[in-house]
């Protein structure tokens, strides 16, 4: 099943979009196919990339998911540039803001599985677990 909005799957460099017919999204997180670290681009990338999966009414429901079996294994702190300048760190603040809220709003059932550690953390806006391993809801 192709809609219009399918054209999104391939934009994104470390997160690869699959749906099979029933709907079902599958969003891997990877660097070059394998664990995934953050940078600069990909926390960019992802405002947008969740935007549209919460607008892509074809997708029933959502997986995030880690390649080789981790989710984010670290962060390229150094992608950033200079994290101590507030006009830098306060970039980095809003695009998380955005892409938590993107994230809120898939409309859908949403799982993240890490592994087999249990989760940890909860949300306090909602009460429920962001994953710290496991399945979990969003």
């Known amino acids: 099943m192709q809609t219009p909005q399918d054209d999104y799957f391939a934009s994104y460099g470390n997160l690869k979009l699959t749906r099979d017919a029933k709907g079902i999204l599958v969003a891997q997180f990877h660097s070059d196919g394998g664990p995934f670290i953050m940078t600069a681009q990909s926390h960019t990338e992802f405002v947008d990339a969740f ?15 880690g390649a080789g079996g981790q989710f984010i294994t670290d962060v390229d702190w150094s992608s950033f540039g200079d994290a101590s300048d ?21 409309r859908v059932p949403r799982r993240s599985y890490r592994g087999t550690r249990p989760c940890a953390l909860r949300l306090r806006a909602t009460g429920q677990r962001h994953c710290g391993g496991g399945w979990c809801d969003l």
Do not use: C, F, M
């Open 86 to 106: 507030p006009g830098v760190w306060s970039q980095v603040h809003d695009e998380g803001v955005q892409a938590l809220e993107n994230i809120a709003n898939i």
């Open 51 to 65: 935007y549209r999966i919460a607008q892509d009414r074809a997708n029933k429901i959502v997986i995030l998911t």
